[in-house]
């Protein structure tokens, strides 16, 4: 596994969403004891162009004068509800796509929010979000603006496993991510089929049991709950962390077969569109 910096990494881009998701990855990094890096990453205008905003340039002063305000306001707000928390301001000139993925091979968590409206799924999670969910090199959040600033006590943790060697990364960071919050951990397989195949066969819950044991001694404070339940994932997932009141939703990412093997095909936009919790996908570390 290699080695990330302490640093939880959110894209702002001056809208009310990524504001909030800010002030979530904040309380992660918060629970994390890392470092928030607020980026905001916009192109100038190409050199050779009418319009080029060279270097020394007004245009290009203004540019900058306006990203270090819009990050400033993110960074105020933040630190409103997070006094003492480490936050650093990260302004680059290339596409936010590019500088969030080549974030996300470094960092503990990126994170983006959820900004479309469209009934159609990918328009409605933002084609954005889901580019950085597909193609980031580690673990990357996706915030709705309504679950950034959650009330009360923290919820439990819900991960989804289909007993693949991929989803024990997504098992391995949702354990690490219960431990820092002080919440409970819910490692759920979903099953389909009719009438007692519903419920789970005994291979399911002994295959649970199992991968729970490997990780119960190295997370000893972590209470762990195993669960089975029928239905297919991208509707049986949110609606079981809805039950639990679950604070956030970890899935796997390039498995072989099953819930894992689908995860940023279908079953991840219907995910990410449809959970009303933050949702964060894990790949493996030696993915490409």
């Given at each position: 596994m290699s080695t990330r910096k302490r640093e939880v990494v959110v894209g702002v881009d001056g809208s009310e969403t990524?504001?909030?998701?800010?002030?979530?990855?904040?309380?992660?990094?918060?629970?994390?004891?890392?470092?928030?890096?607020?980026?905001?990453?916009?192109?100038?205008?190409?050199?050779?162009?009418?319009?080029a905003a060279l270097p020394g340039s007004i245009a290009y002063e203004q540019a900058q004068?306006?990203?270090?305000?819009?990050?400033?306001?993110?960074?105020?707000?933040?630190?409103h509800t997070h006094l003492g928390l480490p936050v650093e301001p990260r302004i680059l000139h290339e596409s936010a796509g590019t500088a969030l993925?080549?974030?996300?091979?470094?960092?503990?968590?990126?994170?983006?929010?959820s900004q479309g409206h469209s009934p159609r799924t990918e328009e409605l999670i933002g084609s954005f979000a889901v580019h950085t969910a597909e193609h980031g090199r580690g673990p990357v959040a996706v915030v709705r603006a309504a679950a950034a600033t959650p009330a009360g006590p923290a919820g439990p943790v819900v991960v989804g496993t289909d007993g693949s060697a991929v989803s024990l990364d997504a098992i391995e960071y949702a354990f690490a991510a219960a431990r820092a919050h002080r919440v409970p951990l819910h490692v759920v397989r979903?099953?389909?089929?009719?009438?007692?195949?519903?419920?789970?066969?005994?291979d399911d819950r002994a295959e649970l049991d199992a991968v729970l044991a490997d990780r119960r001694q190295h997370f000893a404070d972590v209470e762990a709950i195993p669960a089975?339940?029928?239905?297919?994932?991208q509707e049986a997932l949110p609606g079981y962390a809805a039950q639990q009141?679950?604070?956030?939703?970890?899935?796997g990412a390039r498995g072989v077969s099953g819930f894992a093997g689908i995860v940023l095909g279908s079953v991840s936009r219907s995910l990410l569109a449809n959970s009303q919790i933050p949702v964060v996908v894990v790949r493996p570390e030696d993915a490409s």
């Open positions: 990524s504001t909030a998701a800010a002030l979530w990855a904040a309380g992660e990094a918060h629970a994390r004891d890392a470092t928030l890096i607020v980026l905001y990453s916009f192109e100038l205008y190409a050199y050779g162009s009418k319009d004068l306006a990203a270090a305000e819009l990050v400033d306001e993110v960074i105020e707000k933040i630190e993925l080549e974030a996300s091979g470094e960092a503990l968590l990126t994170v983006v929010s979903c099953v389909t089929g009719s009438g007692e195949d519903v419920t789970g066969s005994g089975v339940v029928p239905g297919k994932p009141g679950a604070s956030q939703l970890v899935v």
